[in-house]
C-alpha cells in the first residue's frame, strides 16, 4: 500500500472517529477556512468543497438554512446563484473562539477571580439562559445557581456576551483574590464544582490518540495531496475546538502537571502548519464568491500559531 492510500485510509478513520454534525462541521469551515477569504462563498462551491466529508448536497443546504436561522449566516443572489456570508454576530462568535485556538497566550495570574450574577432583576428567563451559556463558551463555571466564576477570562468577550444578552445595564460582574489562609483543597473543590476537568482531560488524550499518526504520516511526505491536506486541517480544528470550547483555560496555577492540553495545542500547532498551504491551495482552487475567485487570506491568518508560511515561502 502506497503512502498516499495509508494517509486516505487514516483520514478516513479520523472522520469515522470524529463524526462530526453537519451543521458544526460547516460552522468549522467557514470559521477556520472561509473568513480569512472574506467570509462568503456560492453555495455550490461549498457543496464541492464539503462533499468528501460525505456530505450530500440536501444536507448542506438544509445546515446552512438553519445557520441562517440561527444568525451565524446570511444570503444574497446573484441570479440563480446563493451566496452564504457571516453576519456580524457569526463575525464576533468566530473572533472570541479564534482568540482561543489560534492566539492562545498564557500570561502570569494575578490571582483574581471574576464573578458574574446571572439572576437579573427584570430580564426575561430566555435572556438569563442564553447568558450562561454564552459565558460557558468563554470558559466560565457554574459556582451556584445565578453566579458564575472564572479566573482569568477575556474581558472584552465578557462584556460582548453581556451586550448580546442584553445585560449591559442590569450585569452586576465582580472581581475578588482568595484570602492568604484559604486551604488549596478548598480551591481545588471550587475547580471540581465549576469544571469537569476529568472528562476535559480525557478529551484531550482523546484528541491526541487521533491525530499524533496523522502528524507521523504526513510529515514524512514531501509533497502531500492539497485536498486531502484541507480534509486534515478541517477535522484538526474541529476535533481540537470540540475540546477547547469546553476547556475553562484556567491558569497553569490551578492545574495539574501533566495537563494534556499543553499537548493538545502543540500537536494541533505544528500539524496546522505542515498542511495549511497545500490546502489554501485546494480552497482557492474549488470556492467561488459573487465576484469569481476567492480572494487570497487576509494578513491575520498568517499569525495564526504564531505565524504561518506566506504564499510565496510555501510555493
Not at 464576533?92 to 458574574?116: G, L, N
Not at 459565558?135 to 477575556?154: I, R, T, Y
Request: with cysteine; charged share 25%.
Amino acid at each position: 500500500m502506497s503512502a498516499k492510500s495509508r494517509l486516505d485510509d487514516m483520514v478516513q478513520a479520523t472522520l469515522e472517529q470524529l463524526r462530526p454534525k453537519a451543521k458544526s462541521l460547516i460552522v468549522t469551515v467557514y470559521g477556520d477556512a472561509i473568513l480569512p477569504h472574506g467570509g462568503s462563498a456560492w453555495l455550490g462551491s461549498l457543496i464541492r468543497l464539503v462533499e468528501p466529508f460525505g456530505l450530500n448536497e440536501r444536507i448542506v443546504r438544509t445546515s446552512v438554512f438553519r445557520l441562517s436561522k440561527e444568525d451565524w449566516l446570511t444570503s444574497s443572489h446573484v441570479g440563480r446563484r446563493s451566496y452564504y456570508s457571516l453576519t456580524e454576530t457569526g463575525r464576533r462568535r468566530f473572533e472570541a473562539a479564534h482568540r482561543r485556538i489560534y492566539s492562545y497566550a498564557r500570561r502570569p495570574w494575578d490571582k483574581q477571580w471574576t464573578m458574574v450574577f446571572t439572576n437579573l432583576t427584570g430580564t426575561e428567563g430566555e435572556r438569563r439562559e442564553a447568558l450562561r451559556r454564552d459565558l460557558g463558551w468563554l470558559g466560565f463555571g457554574q459556582l451556584s445557581p445565578g453566579v458564575m466564576l472564572h479566573p482569568d477570562p477575556d474581558q472584552a468577550a465578557v462584556r460582548q456576551a453581556l451586550i448580546d444578552a442584553e445585560a449591559g445595564e442590569q450585569a452586576v460582574v465582580m472581581r475578588a483574590s482568595a484570602e492568604s489562609w484559604v486551604a488549596p483543597e478548598a480551591l481545588r473543590d471550587v475547580i471540581r464544582t465549576c469544571w469537569d476537568q476529568d472528562r476535559l482531560a480525557h478529551d484531550y488524550l482523546g484528541f491526541l490518540d487521533i491525530f499524533r499518526p496523522l502528524w507521523r504520516a504526513l510529515d514524512g511526505l514531501s509533497e502531500p495531496d492539497p485536498e486531502t491536506c484541507f480534509l486534515v486541517r478541517s477535522l484538526l480544528i474541529h476535533g481540537y475546538r470540540r475540546a477547547l470550547l469546553r476547556d475553562p483555560m484556567l491558569p497553569d496555577e490551578l492545574l495539574a502537571p501533566d495537563w494534556p492540553g499543553a499537548a493538545a495545542r502543540l500537536l494541533c500547532r505544528n500539524l496546522y502548519r505542515l498542511v495549511q498551504a497545500p490546502a489554501e491551495r485546494h480552497l482557492m482552487s474549488v470556492l467561488e464568491t459573487a465576484e469569481g475567485p476567492l480572494p487570497e487570506a487576509n494578513p491575520a491568518f498568517f499569525a495564526r500559531f504564531g505565524g504561518l508560511a506566506l504564499p510565496d515561502a510555501a510555493a
